[in-house]
């Protein structure tokens, strides 16, 4: 919704309508404190869904989709440390890219009968948002939890991902 607002703000701007312009400005304002208000949970230094009658607020559980405020950039430096997770052995990191969930978590890999899961396995559409994410806050302000040789690395994990060992050794898309 911030994206949105964001947009709308900008498009009225450049049609002249300044009102229009302020006022979605305000929305992008609003909507992101509420970001960081309601989704960050100082306890794990990350940004969790919040479900209905959770005792702590938060999921307690880190997944990917943790990194999509960068996608629109809207966290400031302070919750940078969030990115300290996304290559770590028990957070994020992957044979095939980073996982939708964190390994450390109990709720990794747990077993559901049904199509649609995010425990766990890499997903290249959340991968996707995170290496946007990732450039986003690589080209903002200076910090010191990821650097540009981890961004290279994301990609390579994920083309290695596209592709297929036979039976005799070769490598197939």
């Not at 960068?70 to 992957?94: H, N, R, T, V």
């Amino acid at each position: 919704m911030c994206g949105d607002a964001d947009a709308i703000s900008h498009i009225a701007q450049m049609a002249g309508k300044g009102q229009v312009s302020e006022k979605y400005r305000a929305k992008v304002e609003h909507l992101c404190a509420l970001i960081d208000q309601r989704l960050w949970n100082p306890d794990d230094k990350f940004y969790e869904t919040v479900p209905r009658n959770a005792p702590s607020g938060w999921s307690d559980v880190r997944e990917l989709a943790g990194y999509i405020p960068w996608y629109f950039d809207i966290p400031s430096a302070k919750y940078d440390a969030a990115w300290k997770f996304l290559f770590d052995p028990k957070g994020f990191a992957g044979r095939y890219g980073p996982t939708t969930a964190e390994r450390r978590s109990p709720r990794f890999n747990y077993a559901v009968h049904h199509e649609c899961l995010w425990n766990g396995p890499s997903w290249p559409f959340a991968t996707t948002q995170t290496l946007v994410a990732l450039v986003n806050l690589l080209n903002g302000p200076e910090q010191f939890e990821i650097n540009s040789s981890d961004y290279d690395r994301l990609p390579a994990i994920y083309a290695h991902a596209q592709h297929i060992q036979s039976p005799h050794g070769r490598w197939i898309p």
